[in-house]
């Protein structure tokens, strides 16, 4: 088995594994999109009436939106993960939320504004932050203030997307087009646009891969004189995260997990 | 009504791409003239919003929450 990182960034990875069983593969994907926990925003309360400033001017906490909507798009904000954390009921304190398990948050503003992701201000672990500042939550007029408290827990996408870490986690067979150059005359135009992707040449034959993702191979698709072969023992990964996590935290979290889950049937059945 | 945060099918974050992807229209907007179906096929790539999912997310979006802000 082997292993080959072709993109790698904070948010996104492209990899090929090399010796796996398309069940296996789609283990993993799955474990990627919905058994990796991350923190979300899971209660909110809304303060209801009068809200003063510091001069004592008075503004009125009624919102554009619905509070079950604001509480839903507080809940899908990305917010820096600590995976050391509990989930809220395995947790010593026994589901009642103490700072191992519950991660407590504050917005407080004034309007006319738009309050965006980076007014939620982390009360009780300063580092988890949210992730991306310019998410607008709602918009505030004239005389109008928000201020609430939030509750964000562990969870996984299982229960709900916004405990989704990941995005277009995808798979494919490492595929090769053998293309006869006397009878496919545009093969030249196709170097030059993906030369990385060439896999090797002879007099009357050109092979180009589609593993590095260059869009102008998709006409090879439907050509005539394109012999396409697919190898499903090599399959080649892509997905994104919403940053709450890194691709690389992600990917080898995914892998242990679905060790972990093995090793719980084995555990279960020796007893 | 407001941008929604994600994108409803793959749950990529889309509510911040928004606000850039209105700012780059506006700049072209500004030149006297639509941005044609190439450009703005350029403004995704740059964001890095790849899949049609997400792109629709934002093609397709009117945005409301301005409308309605005297009737709260």
Known sequence: MEVKIFKLSDKYIRFEIDGITPSQANALRRTLINDIPKLAIENVTFHHGEIRDSEGNVYDSSLPLFDEMVAHRLGLIPLKTDLSMNFRDQCSCGGKGCSLCTVTYSINKLGPSTVLSSDLQAVSHPDLVPVDGEIPIVKLGAKQAILITAEAILGTAKEHAKWQVTSGVSYKYHREFHVSKKDFEDWQKLKEACPKSVMGETETEIVFTDDFGCNDLNVLFESDGVNIVEDDSRFIFQFETDGSLTAKETLLYALNRLKDRWDMLVESLSE | ?72
């Open chain 2, 1 to 72: 009504m407001i941008i929604p945060v994600r994108c409803f099918s793959c749950g990529r974050v889309i509510a911040s791409d928004y606000g850039r992807y209105i700012k780059r229209v506006n700049e072209i907007k500004a030149e006297g003239r639509e941005p044609s179906p190439e450009e703005i096929e350029k403004i995704f790539d740059d964001l890095g919003i790849e899949r049609y999912c997400c792109r629709r997310m934002i093609v397709s979006h009117v945005d409301l929450i301005n409308e309605i802000m005297p009737f709260s």
